[in-house]
């Protein structure tokens, strides 16, 4: 079985680089609609296990990215 880093090596001979999940998604997106944005907003292939996260956002994620979201009733952050 291969290791972490093998992995990554393996990835990066064939060109890929590091990228956070999201804006990996969004590209697979964007690669199955021909780059058309506007296709990527029209998607109707529900059934997709990428479908809910097409826009590089997650739509299940409570974060807002307002940096108070983590603070507790007493001021203290979680994170």
């Known amino acids: 079985m291969?290791?972490?880093?093998?992995?990554r090596k393996e990835a990066e001979l064939h060109g890929h680089?590091?990228?956070p999940t999201l804006k990996a998604i969004r590209a697979k997106c964007l690669d199955c609609c021909c780059h058309q944005i506007n296709e990527v907003k029209l998607c109707s292939c529900t059934s997709c296990p990428l479908w809910p996260y097409r826009f590089g956002k997650?739509?299940?994620s409570e974060r807002t990215?307002?940096?108070?979201?983590?603070?507790?009733?007493t001021g203290e952050q979680t994170c």
């Open 65 to 73: 990215g307002n940096p108070n979201a983590f603070k507790t009733k």
């Open 2 to 7: 291969a290791t972490r880093e093998e992995r």
């Open 17 to 19: 680089e590091k990228r």
């Open 58 to 60: 997650n739509p299940f």
